[in-house]
T-cell receptor, first 112, second 113 residues
């Protein structure tokens, strides 16, 4: 079982570059989430989706955009990367709001 | 707004001993869920245990159990018979009506052989 798969696992960007992180889940989950994890802090929610075609802002949405064109995929975009966006990014999914979230292995993103 | 506080940045336990990790939270909601996640050096986020607020009975999963004190807004994790593989960062998390998981800052657990 693949579960939640994040692509890529590691990336280095220059300030101002753009990129997209891909999250794919094969569990037919309705809910999907993007978090960032910074040293000394817990995970913080960036954006989330409650179903195909829907997205909503989380705790720290500025500088990021997301899309959920297909139920199994949740994309996180950085239009103009900034050093403050250097972080580890986690994607998660859950069947319903009451079910536990399943996490991917994370993407380490460094912006120089 | 809901908050989750883990006041122990680091803890240490001897192999085979018992350790308790603390977590407190603040909320005005009556219906919510609480979770403990484990994050080993591999960076995976692994669900350890969860508790529904409406259940008075404390959740248990093998060597892991919680002490849920709803009135005190406390949700501690007890690890019995600690093993080397238990060494990890442990995060307490809250989820209420907003569907958003709110994490604490984590407790780094070291297990001494």
């Amino acid at each position: 079982n693949a579960g939640v798969t994040q692509t890529p696992k590691f990336r280095v960007l220059k300030t101002g570059q753009s990129m997209t992180l891909l999250c794919a889940q094969d569990m037919n989950h309705e809910y999907m989430y993007w978090y960032r994890q910074d040293p000394g802090m817990g995970l913080r929610l960036i954006h989330y989706s409650v179903g195909e075609g829907t997205t909503a802002k989380g705790e720290v949405p500025d500088g990021y955009n997301v899309s959920r064109l297909k139920k199994q995929n949740f994309l996180l975009g950085l239009e103009s990367a900034a050093p403050s966006q250097t972080s580890v990014y986690f994607c998660a999914s859950s069947r319903t709001v009451y079910q536990p979230q399943h996490f991917g292995d994370g993407t380490r993103l460094s912006i120089l | 707004a809901q908050t989750v506080t883990q006041s122990q940045p680091e803890m240490s336990v001897q192999e085979a001993e018992t350790v308790t990790l603390s977590c407190t939270y603040d909320t005005s909601e009556s219906d919510y869920y609480l979770f403990w996640y484990k994050q080993p050096p591999s960076r995976q986020m692994i669900l350890v245990i969860r508790q529904e607020a409406y259940k008075q009975q404390n959740a248990t999963e093998n060597r892991f159990s919680v002490n849920f004190q709803k009135a005190a807004k406390s949700f501690s994790l007890k690890i019995s018979d600690s093993q080397l593989g238990d060494a990890a960062m442990y995060f307490c998390a809250y989820r209420g009506a907003t569907n958003k998981l709110i994490f604490g800052t984590g407790t780094l657990l070291a297990v001494q052989p």
